[in-house]
Each structure stands twice: as structure tokens, then as C-alpha cells.
Nanobody, 120 residues
Framework: QVQLVESGGGLVQPGGSLRLSCAASGNIFSIATMGWYRQAPGKQRELVATVTSRSSTNYPDSVKGRFTISRDNAKNTVYLQMNSLKPEDTAVYYC??????????????WGQGTQVTVSS
């Protein structure tokens, strides 16, 4: 079974930076797309960023120019560099792996989430 473990969350002041990491473990052949999603209290989970195995990226306007996603295919690890953080970025950030190829076929997986709090 595949597992995703996030790290790097915490408390930061507005304008500060954080770097999140997520490592996928298990007998994995490949992962088509890895990404980050976030969920604030009372809101639905929303896309933060995605990156394909060929390093194509996708960002919503809310984070474009401030966040950067990257991945290391050899380590099955995805990163999210967050700069110029705002209070509205406060949320639980979840790692996602889409199109994970194993001996069982193709599946999607989610991490447990890591808290990011932006506050003075």
C-alpha cells in the first residue's frame, strides 16, 4: 500500500515563507501527477498546485507568483515553496498523488495533512 507523508508546516508571520515536503512510499512504478491542496475551516478543499512527471505545473490565481511546486521523481517526493504568505493562506495542506502505478494498477492517494498558520 502507498503512503504519503507531509512535513514542513507551521506558524509564520505574514510575508514569511515555508517549504512543504511530501514523500510517497511503497512499491511504486511511477506517479503521473503530484500536488498540494488545502482546506480552511468551513471551506471545501481547493487546488494549490500540481506538477506532472514531466514537470508541467498548474496554479490557481490565488497563489500564482507566490508559490512554486517541484518534484523529485527518483525520490517520489513533491515540494511546495510558499513565499509572501498571507493570513488567507492559513489552512491544512494535503499532499496528493494522482495516477500512481503499482502492481495493483492505477490509484490516487492523499496524505494526512499539515497545518499552515499565517498570523501576526
Amino acid at each position: 500500500q502507498v503512503q504519503l507523508v507531509e512535513s514542513g508546516g507551521g506558524l509564520v508571520q505574514p510575508g514569511g515563507s515555508l517549504r512543504l515536503s511530501c514523500a510517497a512510499s511503497g512499491n511504486i512504478f511511477s506517479i503521473a501527477t503530484m500536488g498540494w491542496y488545502r482546506q480552511a475551516p468551513g471551506k471545501q478543499r481547493e487546488l494549490v498546485a500540481t506538477v506532472t512527471s514531466r514537470s508541467s505545473t498548474n496554479y490557481p490565481d490565488s497563489v500564482k507568483g507566490r508559490f512554486t511546486i517541484s518534484r523529485d521523481n527518483a525520490k517520489n517526493t513533491v515540494y511546495l515553496q510558499m513565499n509572501s504568505l498571507k493570513p488567507e493562506d492559513t489552512a491544512v495542506y494535503y499532499c496528493n498523488a494522482h495516477g500512481v502505478a503499482t502492481y495493483r494498477g492505477l490509484d490516487d492517494y492523499w496524505g494526512q495533512g499539515t497545518q499552515v498558520t499565517v498570523s501576526s
